[in-house]
């Protein structure tokens, strides 16, 4: 969604107060079922074999407190942690009620698919990042088959001439350098439900809340992206 004027690191001192204790994992359960686990105050539904975990706590307005886990020896750690993420400036809702251009994020567990940003694809980065270009857009247009996915204009299927003031139009990504140096995609809308919105991401902040996805620190970005793997299925949980 269109952007606005927009943990405690363990070497570094960026927040004051400890990092959370570690939390036991769940009993280990059939493939196909789903498990719940409590990580800072935040419900988490875990996909199979998801060892790799961001939550985003509500704290007050449109501020939150942003934190990477990992499992490690059956127990979620809290690896780092920004206290300054932000979320959209109407608030949190259901995904199910969401609708399109309200500034609302979306609560709930969404996978995290895959990186982008402005920079060339760096080692320890996975293959899967996408470097923007300077066509490139996300599809918010309605009447488009490529609702809610990355498109190139040169691709076309979609209105990328509509101005930004129209409620279809699609987002350049090149227009938001700062938030989207680094970002990455959810699985919010995966099922292209029109009307619902989508380019619901996990972005650099920018200088107020945004307009429906989740923003922390360029610091906490750039070292996410660096620790994100694919095969350990990473998910966003956001509570209130």
């Given at each position: ?42 419900t ?47 608030g ?17 567990t ?29 599809v ?51 099922t ?49």
């Amino acid at each position: 969604m269109k952007r606005l004027l927009p943990l405690l690191l363990l070497a570094t001192a960026l927040v004051t107060g400890p990092l959370p204790a570690s939390v036991a994992a769940p009993a280990p359960a059939a493939a196909a079922t789903t498990e719940l686990v409590r990580l800072d105050g935040v419900t988490v539904r875990l996909k199979p074999r998801t060892t790799q975990v961001v939550t985003v706590n509500h704290t007050r307005g449109h501020h939150a407190r942003v934190t990477f886990w990992a499992l490690s020896h059956g127990e979620w750690v809290a690896r780092f942690r920004a206290v300054d993420g932000r979320i959209g400036y109407a608030g949190l809702v259901a995904p199910t009620e969401r609708v399109q251009g309200s500034g609302k994020t979306p609560l709930g567990t969404h996978r995290l698919p895959w990186a982008f940003g402005t920079h060339a694809r760096r080692d320890g980065w996975e293959t899967s990042y996408r470097r923007i270009g300077r066509d490139d857009y996300w599809v918010l247009d309605n009447a488009s088959d490529h609702y809610n996915e990355w498109r190139s204009r040169r691709q076309g299927g979609f209105r990328w001439r509509l101005p930004a003031s129209d409620p279809n139009a699609s987002e350049h990504l090149r227009d938001y350098p700062q938030q989207y140096e680094y970002a990455v995609t959810t699985s919010f809308n995966h099922t292209q439900v029109r009307h619902r919105g989508g380019a619901i991401f996990l972005h650099v902040n920018g200088r107020g809340a945004t307009a429906g996805c989740v923003s922390a620190p360029r610091w906490f970005l750039r070292r996410l992206l660096g620790r994100l793997d694919a095969d350990r299925v990473p998910v966003i949980a956001i509570g209130r």
